[in-house]
């Protein structure tokens, strides 16, 4: 689902990962055997780490598409909330109240599909689960890379109650919103930043909290413009948006995020369903509803010469099939033969 990935750039390098042949004889094999407890950890082999389905699709909902997805998960709390609190005070919701509803003389539809969101929105409801994660956190655990305290994004001081004070939904909002339009991606890329934080959180076991959730987010963002996008973001172009932070500080945080995911980019076109569907009813349950606009008459003529170009082609393969089968549609007027006796 997108381009190549490169990690670990540095200022003078392409973003292309170009693939060598490497001769066996250039490469030493390393055993079991020959790893000591002194020099270290071996790699895992991939079938050592795999998990049975049932426990895989409970514990890894981003590779899943049957899973339920954590932030949905973690804002149903807060949603039930709001509903008692709305329904204890009879008050109408409103979102209820500027909500648009088709009638016989308009319709009114929005621009975001799956396969072509709208930016500003999934940016929005992306944020908005970043937020429910923070909000409704289990503990606070958490990894020294993506600690901001020790690994600073900016010069200006770190306030002491940055661990312990909650973002806002407009603060993680502004800072997914800079880095997107600054680099130029795509709202696709937003999804697929979702899928990458939570897999992060549930393979590596920890949390994202108010000390780490920059980083984090800016480490899912810089991989999923990368697997992504084909022309892919340089980690020096991202040091221009955030002025203070170094090359070499994202090299080595772009090379843990790989590590702790098991270098598992893959995102499946289910999952990705799954977390763009998943967002809409968040912003749903939120009262952030999509830009809806009345149905004008050359955007009905375009859905309609859509619509006809896909009638077109499921009639040419549905003739095609016809084609391939009508040898064994003749087999059943075929009638068996009168025995004669003699």
């Not at 930043?193 to 959180?201: A, D, H, S």
């Not at 500080?249 to 999952?271: C, G, K, T, W, Y």
């Not at 375009?302 to 077109?312: F, V, Y």
Request: proline share 4%; hydrophobic share 35%.
């Amino acid at each position: 689902m997108g381009g190549s990935v490169s990690c670990c750039i540095s200022p003078g390098e392409s973003p292309k990962v170009r693939r060598r042949d490497v001769e066996l004889e250039d490469c030493p094999i390393t055993t079991t055997e020959d790893v000591s407890e002194d020099t270290g950890t071996y790699l895992q082999h991939i079938s050592d780490r795999e998990l049975p389905d049932e426990l895989a699709q409970e514990a890894n909902p981003s590779d899943h598409p049957r899973a339920s997805t954590l932030f949905l998960n973690k804002s149903q709390t807060d949603v039930r909330e709001k509903r008692k609190s709305n329904y204890l005070n009879h008050q109408m919701s409103p979102g209820l109240l500027s909500k648009k509803y088709s009638s016989c003389s308009t319709i009114f539809i929005d621009d975001s599909t799956v396969s072509q969101p709208n930016l500003k929105s999934t940016i929005k409801c992306v944020a908005l689960a970043i937020y429910y994660h923070i909000k409704n956190r289990d503990s606070n655990r958490s990894l020294d890379i993506f600690d901001e305290k020790k690994h600073p994004l900016s010069r200006e001081k770190v306030p002491d109650d940055y661990s312990v004070v909650d973002p806002e939904h407009k603060l993680i909002y502004r800072f997914i919103r800079t880095l997107f339009s600054s680099a130029q991606l795509t709202a696709e890329c937003a999804i697929v930043t979702l899928v990458y934080l939570e897999r992060l959180l549930t393979y590596a076991e920890m949390d994202i909290c108010p000390c780490n959730w920059k980083r984090i987010v800016l480490g899912a963002i810089l991989l999923a413009s990368k697997v992504w996008d084909d022309q892919a973001v340089w980690n020096v172009d991202y040091c221009q948006i955030l002025k203070d932070i170094t090359v070499e500080d994202m090299n080595e945080m772009e090379r843990h995020f790989l590590e702790l995911l098991q270098f598992n980019i893959n995102v499946p076109a289910s999952v990705y369903a799954k977390y763009y569907f998943d967002l809409r009813s968040l912003a749903d349950d939120n009262n952030l509803s999509f830009p809806l606009e009345p149905l004008s008459n050359k955007r009905a003529q375009k859905l309609e010469a859509i619509s006809r170009l896909c009638e077109d082609k499921y009639k040419d393969l549905s003739k095609a099939a016809m084609r391939r089968s009508i040898s064994a549609d003749n087999l059943v007027g075929i009638k068996n033969s009168q025995a004669v006796l003699s």
